[in-house]
Structure formats: structure tokens, C-alpha cells
């Protein structure tokens, strides 16, 4: 073995993972299956790092808007996937997008130049059983790799399905309409509950069939739904009472301001450590975005929702990170394993090169014998790895993109409309003390 880091997988984290060991003097094999052979389906050329779906890596705002701040972060840590991206840039206003073909030749000029990297064109069928091992195979791992991960992880903790539903920040809900309680008051109060009359159900039920919905992408669209995650305007479709009887089920949850079960709920469940976002409950959905944000914004009590994130459904490839990696993303039953990029549970192109990024670091920090600390979790870096290795909750764990709720709150007097920049300014403050 000519290499001390193996890299599975040549996409936005398996490239920044390679940059950020090979620039530190690390030998480094990097494998890509495609341009040797094997394609997927999405995937329409040989390049490393190819943006599959869209060209933009959205805002740049780094002063009031999470995904800018962590662009910012990661340019202070001398991202490649950065270098690249500000090399292929293209008008978009405030948003950073590029030129897909100019961004993905940028990123294997810069790997090129580096003597001590060879990136190999071959399909990586079975988990290397020796040396370190970073795995950013992403969400079109091929089916025996997938296989692979799913006897290393546990068949149980690797999904290949994301059934999304929208999560809102708590300080967006209305508790003046909603209250919190458990069905039948069992055990601890664990729900909000938003609840709805009849004529609000029966508005609620048609808006969810009469509205615009996204399609399967060619290449997913042959996997059939499953009753797990059925989404709710499928199920709204069986009948006009079967959400009555799912997941707006109104039994055994009285009102605390009429004494009475409304005639539906919609429930919404705590989904992070800080209490910062919860999580609408069976709310997956193919409805569009915006087709969400205003049929959503009807329910009482989510009249004024912000969302942290839109539900959604897709095939995907992930494995349930907060259950079975550490805070470094080893592996716990094989520390010689890390992860990094949209497996981990991550969503997006700049957060699964962020989690490349720190696969990266803390590889090289072990392979130097060094200790390595985490980017404090008021960071936009930090936020981002602590929710995939653990502050999330493990059982509902879907994929996530960076937003300022994964972020600990800033203090309780700073006004709701200074909210976003002081996350920001305390964010760029202890990334510098971190990076000191």
C-alpha cells in the first residue's frame, strides 16, 4: 500500500477531503468509479466534482444567511471546492453560482498539481480492510459498496430513501394557538399540537390535492413509494378521513382552550438538542416549495412558520450518522472508517464539502499524532458536524442543510430582526479564535 488515505468517491467531500490531506504532505489514493468504466444515473460526464442538479451553491450573504456564512468559513480554511467555485463564478446577484464544466476542470487542475495525490478511475466494491479510509461515495452509491457500508454500519442505520417533512423554527409557532402535550397526557408533554376544525381540515385536505407537485427524476422513478414514508397528499388522496385516522389524528388530545379534541392536529416533534426546530410529524411531500410555504402557513398556528427546511422525498443513500459515527466521524465499530459528504445525512453541495473539509483535518491531525478540536458550535463548520454526529435525533434523522437553527441561540436580548447577524458576527469571531 503506496497510499495512508484512502478516498472512496470523487465528488464535492472526496475532493475537498483529498485537497485538504494532499496540500499537508499525505499520500492520498483517491477513487472515482466514473470515467472507468461505470456511470450513474445521474451523473452526465467523467469530471470530479460534477454539480448534478443545480449550478448554484445559493446565497453568499455572510452576514445574514447560514449557507453564506459557512462559504465564508470555508474560504478562511482554504477550501478547494471554494478556490474552484470563485474561479467558475457566474452572475446570480447574491447568490454564488458557477460554471459547471469550468468549476469541475478547476478542481482536477488544482488535484493534479499535487505530486503526492493519484486519483484512480475504478469501482470500489468492497471497504478496504486496511488504513484510513474516508468514504464520500455520496447518494448514487454503487449497489455492492452500498452493501458493504450496510454490514460495516448496520444494515438498520443506512437508509436509501429520504422522506423529508418540513421543519420550522420554534420561535416562528404561534403557543398563543398551539399547545404542547402528549397523546391521552402520557408521559412528557413531547408534542405541539396546531389544531383545525372541520372547515380548516376540509380547506387543508384539498389544497394538499390540488397542489403543484414535483415529479420523480428519471432515475428514481421506478422505486415505489412505501408505507413509511407515504406522502401526505398520496394519503390525503385515499380519502378525505384518512388523515384523520394518520398523522393528523385528533384523538386523545384535548384542547387546553375548549376542553375538546379538535377535529384534526397536526403534531409537531422536537428535532434537535437546543429545542431551536421540531419537525412537522408524516408531513414527507412532494408538493413544490413554495406550493408548501403557503398551503403550510394555513395551519393554525403556523400562520407566520419560518422553515428551516421543506420536505420532500428522493432516493438517496445515507447512514443514520448520529447513531453510529463519533464526533469525528469514525466509524464506532471501525474507527479506521470515516465518512464524509451527503452520506453522512448532510444536504447540499457546500455542506457535503464542508464535512469533506473536516474529514479531511481530522484525518491528517490523527495521521501527525495530533489532537484535533472541533470548530466551535456557534460556527456555521460546528453547527454542521455536531447535528450530523449527535445532536440530532437519531431516530428521525433525515438529510439537513446548514440554517441558523442547527446554531445554539444567541442571547435572549438581542431583538428578533439583529437575530441573523449576531449568529453571524459571534460565528466569524470564534472561527477566528478556533483557526488561532
Known sequence: MTHQVHIIGGGMAGTEAAWQLARRGI??????????????????????????????????????????????????????????????QV??????????????????????????????????DAIPDQGHVIIATGPLTAPSLATAIGTATGADALAFFDAIAPIVHHDSIDMDICWKASRWDKGEAAYINCPMNEEQYRAFHQGLLDGDKTEFREWEANT?????????????????????????????????????????????????????????????????????????????????AEFARLGGLHRNTFI??????????????????????????????????????????????????????????????????????GDAEAETYQPMNVNFGLFPPPPADVKKKQRKEAYTLRAKADLTTWLA
Open 224 to 304: 415505489p413509494y412505501f408505507e413509511g414514508c407515504m406522502p401526505i397528499e398520496v394519503m390525503a388522496a385515499r380519502g378525505l378521513d384518512t388523515l384523520r385516522f394518520g398523522p393528523m389524528k385528533p384523538v386523545g388530545l384535548d384542547n387546553p382552550r375548549t376542553g375538546r379534541w379538535p377535529h384534526a392536529v397536526v403534531q409537531l416533534r422536537q428535532d434537535n438538542k437546543l429545542g431551536t426546530l421540531w419537525n412537522i410529524v408524516g408531513f414527507q411531500t412532494k408538493l413544490k416549495h413554495a406550493e408548501q410555504v403557503r398551503l403550510f402557513r394555513t395551519i393554525p398556528g403556523l400562520q407566520n
Open 91 to 124: 452572475p446570480a446577484g447574491s447568490a454564488l453560482a458557477v460554471d459547471r464544466d469550468v468549476f469541475s476542470a478547476a478542481v482536477e487542475e488544482t488535484l493534479a498539481s499535487l505530486p503526492n495525490l493519484t486519483v484512480v478511475r475504478e469501482r470500489i
Open 27 to 88: 499520500q492520498v489514493r483517491l477513487s472515482e468509479m466514473r470515467g472507468g468504466g461505470d456511470m450513474t444515473a445521474a451523473h452526465q460526464g467523467t469530471g470530479l466534482a460534477e454539480l448534478v442538479c443545480s449550478n448554484s451553491f445559493r446565497s453568499d450573504d455572510d452576514t445574514s444567511n447560514a449557507v453564506g456564512l459557512l462559504h465564508h468559513e470555508m474560504r478562511r480554511c482554504d477550501s478547494l471546492i471554494m478556490a474552484a467555485a470563485a474561479r467558475a
Open 320 to 389: 443514520q450518522s448520529p447513531r453510529v459515527l463519533d464526533r469525528q466521524l469514525r466509524l464506532l465499530r471501525d474507527p479506521r472508517l470515516r465518512f464524509a459528504g451527503q452520506i453522512t445525512g448532510c444536504e447540499g453541495y457546500v455542506e457535503s464539502a464542508a464535512i469533506g473539509l473536516m474529514a479531511g483535518l481530522m484525518t491528517a491531525a490523527e495521521l501527525g499524532g495530533r489532537a484535533w478540536t472541533a470548530p466551535p458550535r456557534t460556527t456555521a463548520l460546528g453547527a454542521l458536524l455536531s447535528h450530523v454526529t
